[in-house]
């Protein structure tokens, strides 16, 4: 599974692929159970068409370790992973921009702990770039030092700035908006998987302890944007309508 992931992922960083990856980040691997991991699971099936979809493992506690969820768990679903391996500094205009590093892991195979080994490693491998409601992604990518090749392999992350998830539909729209349909542009996003009690108190989580309908509405707007995306293509096609009937 982990080598299909990693060709998928190729494909959309290198424009061959249309979808969109989006990463549901996990900082507490203790509210996991067989029940909630199969509603992930049902998610990717769902949005398969227009999104590839990952769990993000946090790194816990500030440590380089990611965190960790028992692969006993993890493989009878067949759930793609990717984990916080790295994370570095750069100094923007607007002052330090921490910049993180992920990796595609699996539960039988240890991901890279550092970046220099992930560089390394034959997995795929992207940017984590925290997301500024108040720049353009244009400027953060040049504040943050990353080229037009490393834009392509960067997720935008929207749990860096603590987006409350009454606010993150619409935060999504925002960015999405500006992504655009250029081959130059960032790959998805990422923003977190909140257990109950995580986000505001009035916020409604289900009996799994996750708060279904928001996540579920954030991938409900880049499910829409890329169609929305396609259909703008396809509109704009030079083919005669004869010849797309």
């Known amino acids: 599974m982990l080598e299909r992931v990693s060709r998928e992922l190729g494909a959309i960083f290198a424009g061959r692929d249309d979808r969109v990856i989006v990463m549901l980040r996990l900082r507490e691997p203790k509210c996991f159970d067989a029940d909630s991991l199969a509603w992930l699971a049902r998610l990717r099936e769902s949005y398969d068409s227009e999104l590839e979809l990952l769990l993000l493992l946090a790194r816990s506690d500030g440590s380089d370790e990611p965190a960790r969820l028992e692969p006993a768990a993890i493989e009878p679903i067949g759930l793609p992973l990717a984990a916080e391996v790295a994370q570095g500094s750069e100094l923007g205009e607007q002052g330090p921009i921490l910049l993180s590093t992920w990796s595609l892991c699996d539960g039988t195979r240890p991901w890279p702990p550092r970046f220099l080994d992930a560089l390394l490693d034959p997995r795929s491998l992207g940017w984590l770039l925290p997301y500024r409601h108040d720049v353009s992604i244009e400027r953060m990518a040049h504040d943050a030092r990353l080229d037009a090749c490393n834009l392509q392999r960067t997720v935008l992350d929207l749990g860096a700035g603590r987006v ?5 539909a619409q935060c999504v729209r925002t960015v999405l908006s500006e ?14 998987l909140a257990c109950a009690g995580t986000f505001e108190a009035s916020s409604q989580a289900d009996d799994y302890g996750w708060h279904v309908d928001a996540t579920e509405a954030v991938l409900d707007e880049v499910a829409n ?13 030079p083919m005669s309508l004869s010849t797309k009937l």
């Open 164 to 168: 409350p998830s009454a606010r993150l």
């Open 179 to 192: 992504l655009g349909s250029g081959w130059e542009r960032p790959a998805g996003i990422a923003f977190d």
């Open 225 to 237: 944007a890329v169609m929305m995306r396609r259909i703008a293509a396809y509109t704009r096609s």
